[in-house]
Every structure is written in structure tokens, then in C-alpha cells.
């Protein structure tokens, strides 16, 4: 099918894919494609670009514009399409390679405004996270003018948007400006842009340890290998892009992020710093993206500038015991020059920004993170931990950019003062699970009713946006369609069903399992778990043969699959093992403490306090010492190996929780005595009170005139977890009757949709409503519906930057309106368009004792205001409104006007940067006229003009009860805001 054909048969699902997030980006970067490959020229770019169009209809401009350009014009929108577009967009296209007969350039091209046209994807990507510097040196070089800044920097342009309208201005003020743009951009970067008369070529050695390094590179990515390669399973035909975000307190928080973006300018916090950190939870995917990184930058598909790239394990690198030197260091452990290795070595000294060096599992090296002890010396043989602490804090190799993963409650302050930015890793998406599970299984039949399975039990949806468990509902399909009405729920439930699905295939003529299947395997369970076990007590993951000889570990027991073989290059010894995922070593330690009849009595309560055992100096060793035969390592610091531990201790911990709960007693039944069960489960359940405990205790009393708050400390929901994997009721009653709050603040604590599974699974037991603050977390669509159970408990809601849909406000109003507590929602910075007004529309007509609605900084138009104010007109209760960063416009602001005019309760209404003018403003000194209640009008960075601001003063002239107009950021002169401002004091400019 020639490329034409696919742009027409496909057009409606392009659309979708460019339109149904609301957000201009992706349109926006394709045509920055075009542009630079001259299939756009600068009026169709105008033609296409227009600001008060409707997203849809510009996208629609582009179809037709590049579809009556023939043949390569399309060719070249289909690849734009596949570079642009993520992994879930693109699953509903085929995009497939068509042939263009369009030539390549390279280098930089011609004049300085030619350059900034034909470099425009990658000037956007370093511009965006620096406009303001680039607009100072342009005012102060008289090239700008201080309206030419301002327009560039208006509020309602994201930062790529304002990169982009900083070279449209730059470009048409002519050469002179373009040279000093470029110029800003280049020493910006630190280095040179290569020109056709200065091409920098590296050295012969270089390019051929360059094909070296590629050739191990990809041959160490091409098969997935997180989960310990249990099937030779293609990088390419498996992988999911997750969900990533940049960290909170960055200027680019809310910019959608693809893999390659990682290494981007975007959300740089720190410029001096080198190291950028991706986290999130075990299991989130953080070593498949470094796989995939890996793979792509083998195969010359992505970081193009990187020359070489050294990627490290540092799970591997805690089992290096020598002292070495940085070379030995990236030639030892990644790949061996066949010569003049001095001469390479050098070379990558004199030119750091053409490396790359990749970090995989900080989390899981046996000593914390320190800037205690300094290294400079690239020669000087160190400890291999100094030289990774020194290399990310850049006392070594200043310049190379370094990417780390690791576990979020593994990175402490200290490296946090050298991270040039962090990235969030979310987990899957909706659409990310059901690419993923289409991926794994071939048969469509198979893949429709896992889908199937997953839709109609939302819990165990929710737990699939976490890869791993999604991996491994995926390999077990047949057990999960086998289980019935007792399908997973728990996470225990999926490793649970993965431990049947190996002792299943170790006895294939069996169709079907008893229900002693563990008790028949469990002298293998025991001896896999005492490895465990004693691995945790030493912060140890990867085992020599004597150590599993001392453990007892059969190579019977090492064909189950549960081990599998780990490469190191550092050690002499071939026989090392690692299990399949460290979560399946925290599930098999778990297992070992519940099957042990002769563990020491103290080790459950060890378990579950962790931070204690930290603030009395009792070493990881102390768990470790629970068993008699403990192997201890040599050289460990206690204190950082015991802090590195917690979080695989508090995996652990919810394990044995879930392990011990009433729904798995007649499985282990078959192992052990009902006293000993019972006996464990009663220090579990009094390890869980008592740290609930603590933690109301420390809940400050309320300041005079305020709710009493509890903002939640780390382990707080951990603890929910491990209760929910209990799954005991009564716990969780007795647990929330001691709970007396207000207000509920969990912030920033990374709750997504499992979470949210386990909070509502609580907190429906609690007392008396409260305020429920679940702000910067990533709850989503499934969360929000896991969060059902518990709203009737919720008199105030708030879920600020959760990436929640259209679809999650529908359940999410639904389930509301039955709830009579339920009196305020705010849902600022998520993915809501006109479609959710409907329901809210819906909610403010059905409930009267309805008092906030906050929808800032979404995506909502005049048609949602629309709806907004049918149900406005029927509402007697509503005190606050916030509409700010949407795009209601005049129209949006008349309609609301309209609906409020005869309002009684309103007190507060904010139309914020919503492109509305004056006659919006007219429109709202009607309510101002007529209103007894009204006491803030926030219209902030808006169009509105002397005229509509006359129209305010007018109103204003008849009101008592409104106490201020905010007007800042409008079409006001200097002179008129001084002038307007001294007839009317409540206007503040």
C-alpha cells in the first residue's frame, strides 16, 4: 500500500491519535518535521497553525494539506508520525516504512534563518527549558523589543510553544537575530554545532570500539532481560513505552514525555549537575527502559550525539570487591578494547559530552549513596562504590551525562543536590496493559480473554499497571481463566498464581494441581526461601554455587525457573544466580518466614520496623541472624546496608501480610500446623496496630481554626497495603476507629491504581468524613474507580496532576452523587475536556449541598462552560468555581455570566488565562451588578481591554459585596491601570 493510501485509509484513527489528548504537542512536533524536510513551507504553516481553531480541525488542515502534496510528502508524514507518537497511540495504526524519494541533509544549512528552520525539531527540544536567557541576550542585542519578549512569553504557551514562537520571531527579524540565537544555543550546549566546513570526525580507535561497544550493546539488549530471560522474548516485540513525567517541582511537570526525552533538556533543574535520575516502584520497568535506551542508541536510532555509551549494573557491581580505576572500570564491565586502550581512554577523558554512562538499580547496591569521600583521579584505582559516587556527583568525568534508576525511598538528600533532573516512571497505562497483553500472546482469542478477565475485575486491572505483576498475570493466563470467581486480587494472590504456574510446569502431565500443589513442592520452597531469606539478611542478590550449596538448593530446585543464571563479568566464578525479579526474592523470603516452624519468634517483628531498627544501629545482619547458619558478608556497612534494605524488607513484609490472610490458610494448611499459622498472623496483625499507631500519635493538634490534619509519613501506606493484603476487616475497623481527623493529606506519596485499591479498602472504616488530598500521585482512570468504595466517606476530594480522563469523572460523579458527605472536588492539571462537564453539569443539578467545583488547567472550551452553566442554573449551593488555564473564551464566560446572574451562594469564580476579552467582561459585570454574595473575581492574564474593564467599574459602582476584581496580565496600558486603579481601589492590576 503506497503511502498516500495509508494517510487516507487511516485518516480518521490519525486524528484520534493527534487530537484525543487534548494537547498541541504532538501536533506542534510533527509539523516541526515537516518543516525542517521542507514538505511544510512557512505559510502552510500558518495556515495550519491557528490559535483559536479548534485542535481537530488544524489537524485535519495538515492531512489535507500533505496529501495533495503527493506521494513523498506522505511517505515523510507517516515516519513523523512514528517518531512522534508513543507506543500506545501508534498500536491502533500501521505505519508501516514507505520509500521517499526525498534526499537527507545533514550539518547546518546555508543562512542562520535557513538553519533555524531546517534544526527546528532539535533547536525546540534545547530552547525550551532556556527562553528566558535566550530573550535577554536577544533584547540586549536590540534584536527584540520588550514586546517582542512579552509575546514570546505569554502564559498560555507551554515551554515548547514559547521555543517555537521565540524562532518564528527570531526567524523574521532576520539574520542577525538568527546568528545571536544560534550562537546563545551553542554556548549553551557548551560545545560547538558541527558545520559543513568544521565537521568534527572522532579517531579511528574511537569509531571501532564505537562498532565494538554497539555490537555487545545489542547483543546484550535484543531479548528482554528484567525477568530474568525466561523466554527469549524480542526487546522490540514486548516492549511498552510507560508512563513518564517529569518531577513535580519542575516548569515542565505536565509535558507528556516519551523514552528519548530522558536525556533531553526538558525539566532540568540543576544546569551545573550531570546525572538524571529515573525512579519508581519495584517492578515499574525502570531496567527494560535502560534496555530499550540501550538498543535504540545500538541500532543508531536515538541519542544520536552520544558516541559511547557504558551501561552498568549495579546489582552486578556490588558483588566487585577490587579496587579499580575508571578504566578498568568501563572496559572491565562493559566491553573490552582489542587496542590501544590508553589512547581511547584518553580520548573519552578530553570529550565528555559524547558519553553516555548508565546506572541500573542504585537501590540495589549495598551502600548508600555518599559525598563523604572524594575521587578525582581518573587513573586511581578506588573502591568500585567511591568511583559510582564520585561519577554521579561529577568529581569524576564532569560533562558525561549519567542516567541512574532506583527505587524513589533509595535516593536520599545527598543525591539529590547533584540530580540535573528526575523523571517519574508511572507504570503502564490503560492502553499500555492492553498493547502488553496483546503483545504476549500470538493467538488474539487468548489476548481478547485475558483482556476480558482483567476488564471485569478492576482490582486486578489496577494491579497490571505495574509491569512485572502485568508480566506475570500475562505468562500465568491459563491459571488466572482457570480460577474462577476466586480470581487475584492481592499481590500475594499473583506471586501466589506464578508459584503455581512453575510447579505446574515441572509436572506437565498433571491438567490440574490439588490443592496441596505447595505442600507437594515444599522442601523446593524452603530451600529457595532460606536463600532468600538469608540474601536479605546480607542485602545480597546474586549467589555463588557455595552459597546455594549452603542453603540447600538442588539443581532440581534451580529447573523450577525461579533462579536464573546471572552474567558477571568481574567474577571468576560462572555458576551465579539471581531470582527472576527481586520482588520474587522478597516473595520466597516471605514464604520461608511463614513456612519455618524454627524461626526465631523476633524475626516478624523485625521485619516490620526497619526505620527502628535503623535509629538503634542494629544491623541488616540482625534479620539476617534470625537463622542460625546466616552467611554474613564481609565488608557491608550495617547502618547504609540496613538503609538499603527497607524497601525490599518492606516488600516482604506485605508478602508474609498477605501470605498469612484468611483467603491462603487452607493452602498452607498443608505445610503447617493451624497453632503456628495463628501464632503468626497474631504478630503480624500487632505489628500493624502498633505501627498505625505511631503514626496517629505523631499527628500535631489542629492551629486555632483549622481541621485537624494527618499528612501521612512514608511507611503510612505501606501499612495500608499490608493490610489490605491481609485482607482483614476487622484489622482495618479497629485500625480506623482509632483515626480522628479532618483532613487526610497524601501527597506526593506515589499512590497509583493498587494503592488506591488498598486505601479505599481502609478508609470506608473510618468514623467521620473527611478531606481526602491525593495531589501528585497517579491514581488515573482505574484509581479513581478503586477509590469508589471509600467516597462515601469523602466530603472533599482533591486530585490534582493524577492523569485522570473524561472516563474516571464519569464513575467518579456516578458513584458521588449517591454520597451524601460529598461537597467538593478539585481536579487542576489532569486530562479533562468538554465530555466530563456533562456529569459534572449533572452533579451540580443533582446535588444541593454541592459547595466546589476546581477544574483548573485542563482542557476545557466554551461547550464545556456551556454545560457547565445548565447545571449552574439549577444549583442553589455552589460557593467556589475555578475554571482557570482552560480555553472558555468569550463565549464560555457569557454562558456562565448568564447561568450566574441570578445566583445566590457563589462566593468565589476564577476564569484565569481563558483567552476572555471584554465582552466576557461585560458579561460578568451583570452578575457583579446583581450579586449579594460574590466576594472574589479572579480574570487574571486574559484579552480584556479598557472597555471591558469600564464595564467592571460600572458594576462595581452598584456592588457592596464584591471585595476584589483581580485584572493583572490584560490588555491595559500603563496609564489607564493608573487611572482605573484610583477610581476603583477592589481592581488590582
Avoid at 531496567?287 to 541519542?303: C, F, I, V
Avoid at 552486578?316 to 568501563?330: A, F, G, M, V, Y
Avoid at 501521612?712 to 501506606?717: G, I, S
Wanted: net charge negative; charged share 20%.
Amino acid at each position: 500500500m503506497s503511502a498516500q493510501e495509508q494517510v487516507l485509509k487511516q485518516r480518521s484513527e490519525i486524528l484520534h491519535a493527534l487530537c484525543s489528548s487534548g494537547s498541541a504537542e504532538g501536533l506542534e512536533r510533527i509539523l516541526d518535521l515537516l518543516l525542517a524536510q521542507g514538505v511544510v513551507v512557512w505559510e502552510d504553516y500558518q495556515n495550519i497553525v491557528v490559535p483559536a481553531r479548534a485542535l481537530c480541525t488544524n489537524a485535519r488542515q495538515l492531512l489535507d494539506l500533505v496529501f495533495g502534496k503527493g506521494e513523498d510528502a506522505c511517505g515523510l508524514l507517516l515516519a513523523a508520525l512514528r517518531q512522534v507518537l508513543s507506543e500506545a497511540q501508534r498500536a491502533a495504526l500501521s505505519l508501516a516504512d514507505c520509500c521517499s524519494s526525498r534526499e537527507e541533509t545533514d550539518g547546518l544549512h546555508g543562512t542562520a534563518t535557513q538553519t533555524l528552520l531546517k534544526e527546528r525539531p532539535g533547536l525546540v527540544s534545547k530552547l525550551q527549558d532556556c527562553v528566558d536567557g535566550a530573550l535577554e541576550v536577544l533584547v540586549e542585542a536590540g534584536c527584540f523589543t520588550k514586546a517582542d519578549s512579552d509575546d514570546v512569553q505569554l502564559p498560555v504557551y507551554t515551554p515548547s510553544q514559547q521555543a517555537r514562537h521565540l524562532l518564528d520571531h527570531a526567524r523574521s527579524k532576520g539574520e542577525k537575530a538568527a546568528k545571536i540565537l544560534l550562537q546563545f544555543i551553542q554556548e549553551k550546549e557548551g560545545r560547538r554545532l558541527p558545520s559543513k566546513q568544521d565537521k568534527w570526525s572522532p579517531p579511528e580507535v574511537c569509531l571501532q570500539y564505537q562498532k565494538k561497544l554497539c555490537s555487545t550493546v545489542s547483543a546484550q539488549s535484543h531479548f528482554l532481560s528484567t525477568y530474568g530471560g525466561t523466554s527469549n522474548m524480542s526487546l522490540d516485540d514486548i516492549y511498552i513505552e510507560n508512563h513518564l513525567e517529569l518531577s513535580h517541582d519542575c516548569a515542565d511537570a505536565h509535558q507528556v514525555l516519551h523514552l528519548t526525552d530522558i536525556v533531553d533538556t526538558a525539566g532540568t533543574l540543576n544546569e551545573e549537575a550531570d546525572t538524571v535520575l529515573v525512579s519508581g516502584e519495584a517492578g515499574s520497568g525502570k531496567s527494560t527502559l535502560l534496555q530499550r535506551l540501550h538498543l535504540l542508541w545500538a541500532r543508531g536510532m536515538a541519542l544520536h550525539d552520544i558516541l559511547l555509551l557504558f551501561p552498568f549494573s549495579c546489582r552486578k557491581l556490588s558483588s566487585e570487591h577490587r579496587e579499580l580505576s575508571l578504566q578498568e572500570l568501563l572496559f572491565q564491565h562493559c566491553c573490552w578494547p582489542d587496542r590501544e586502550q590508553d589512547q581511547l581512554f584518553q580520548f573519552i577523558l578530553d570529550n565528555p559530552h559524547h558519553i553516555l554512562f548508565t546506572f541500573d538499580g542504585l537501590d540495589e547496591l549495598k551502600q548508600h549513596f555518599s559525598d563523604e569521600h572524594r575521587h578525582c583521579c581518573p587513573t586511581q584505582c578506588a573502591p568500585v562504590p567511591i568511583l559510582l559516587f564520585n561519577l554521579l556527583q561529577g568529581s569524576l568525568m564532569k560533562g558525561v551525562l549519567k542516567v541512574v534508576t532506583s527505587r524513589l525511598e533509595a535516593v536520599n538528600p545527598a543525591l539529590r543536590r547533584y540530580l540535573r533532573k528526575e523523571v517519574l516512571l508511572k507504570g503502564f497505562s490503560v492502553d499500555g496493559i492492553d498493547c502488553f497483553v496483546k503483545k504476549n500472546h500470538s493467538d488474539p482469542i487468548v489476548a481478547a480473554t485475558v483482556l476480558q478477565s482483567l476488564q471485569s475485575n478492576t482490582a486486578l486491572l489496577a494491579l497490571c499497571h505495574t509491569p512485572v505483576l502485568c508480566w506475570i498475570i500475562s505468562k500465568c493466563h491459563k491459571e488466572l481463566l482457570g480460577c474462577g470467581e476466586s480470581s487475584p486480587q492481592t499481590i500475594t494472590d499473583v506471586y501466589l498464581m506464578i508459584l503455581q504456574h512453575f510447579f505446574q510446569h515441572q509436572n506437565p502431565q498433571k491438567s490440574t494441581l490439588s490443592l496441596g500443589w505447595v505442600s507437594g513442592h515444599v522442601d523446593t520452597a524452603l530451600r529457595l526461601g532460606r536463600l532468600a531469606f538469608e540474601g536479605m539478611g546480607s542485602c545480597c542478590y546474586i549467589f555463588s554455587g557455595t552459597e546455594l550449596e549452603t542453603s540447600g538448593v538442588t539443581e532440581e530446585d534451580i529447573s523450577m525457573g525461579f533462579l536464573t543464571h546471572s552474567n558477571n563479568l568481574s567474577s571468576v566464578d560462572c555458576k551465579q544466580y539471581e531470582f527472576l525479579h527481586v520482588t520474587m526474592q522478597c516473595f520466597f523470603a516471605a514464604l520461608y518466614i511463614v513456612l519455618d516452624n524454627n524461626l526465631d519468634p523476633s524475626a516478624i517483628f523485625k521485619l516490620f520496623q526497619p526505620q527502628d531498627m535503623q535509629q538503634t544501629n542494629i544491623s541488616s545482619a540482625c534479620f539476617g541472624l534470625c537463622l542460625t547458619s546466616t552467611v554474613q558478608k564481609e565488608g557491608v556497612c550495617e547502618k547504609e546496608a540496613m538503609i538499603a534494605q527497607t524497601p525490599n524488607l518492606q516488600i516482604t513484609a506485605t508478602f508474609l501480610a498477605g501470605l498469612l490472610s484468611q483467603r491462603h490458610r487452607s493452602l498452607l494448611l498443608q505445610c503447617c500446623s493451624g497453632s503456628t499459622l495463628d501464632k503468626k498472623s497474631r504478630q503480624v496483625v500487632k505489628c500493624l496496630s502498633k505501627g498505625m499507631q505511631k503514626h496517629f500519635k505523631s499527628i500535631p493538634p489542629p492551629v486555632e481554626g483549622e481541621k485537624k490534619s494527618m499528612h501521612a509519613m512514608p511507611d503510612f501506606v505501606w501499612l495500608i497495603k499490608c493490610i489490605y493484603e491481609m485482607q482483614e476487616t476487622r484489622l482495618a475497623k479497629d485500625v480506623m476507629a482509632k483515626l480522628e481527623v479532618e483532613h487526610l493529606k497524601l501527597t506526593y506519596c506515589n499512590i497509583g491504581p493498587v494503592e488506591c485499591t488498598a486505601l479505599a479498602y481502609v478508609l470506608q472504616h473510618l468514623k467521620n468524613p473527611v478531606g481526602l488530598q491525593l495531589d501528585y500521585n497517579s491514581v488515573g482512570d482505574v484509581g479513581v474507580e478503586q477509590l469508589l468504595p471509600c467516597m462515601h466517606i469523602c466530603n472533599s476530594l482533591y486530585l490534582r496532576n493524577n492523569n485522570i480522563s473524561d472516563e474516571g469523572i464519569r464513575k467518579l460523579v456516578a458513584k458521588g452523587i449517591q454520597c451524601e458527605s460529598f461537597q467538593k472536588i478539585a481536579l487542576f492539571n489532569n486530562k479533562l475536556t468538554d465530555v466530563c462537564t456533562q456529569h459534572l453539569s449533572h452533579l451540580l443539578k443533582t446535588k444541593q449541598n454541592f459547595l466546589a467545583l476546581r477544574l483548573g488547567n485542563n482542557n476545557i472550551t466554551a461547550e464545556g462552560a456551556k454545560q457547565l452553566a445548565e447545571g449552574l442554573r439549577f444549583n442553589q449551593s455552589l460557593q467556589y468555581l475555578g475554571l482557570w488555564g482552560n480555553k472558555i473564551g468569550n463565549t464560555g464566560a457569557e454562558a456562565l455570566a448568564n447561568a450566574l446572574e441570578d445566583n445566590k451562594t457563589l462566593t468565589w469564580l476564577s476564569l484565569v488565562d481563558n483567552g476572555v476579552g471584554s465582552a466576557g467582561a461585560c458579561a460578568l459585570a451583570k452578575v457583579i451588578k446583581k450579586t449579594t454574595t460574590l466576594h472574589e473575581l479572579w480574570l487574571m492574564n486574559n484579552c480584556i481591554t479598557r472597555s471591558g474593564v469600564e464595564c467592571l467599574i460600572q458594576a462595581l459602582t452598584h456592588n457592596t459585596s464584591v471585595k476584589s476584581v483581580w485584572l493583572r496580565g490584560n490588555d491595559v496600558s500603563v496609564e489607564d491601570v493608573e487611572e482605573m486603579s484610583q477610581r476603583e481601589a477592589r481592581l488590582i492590576f
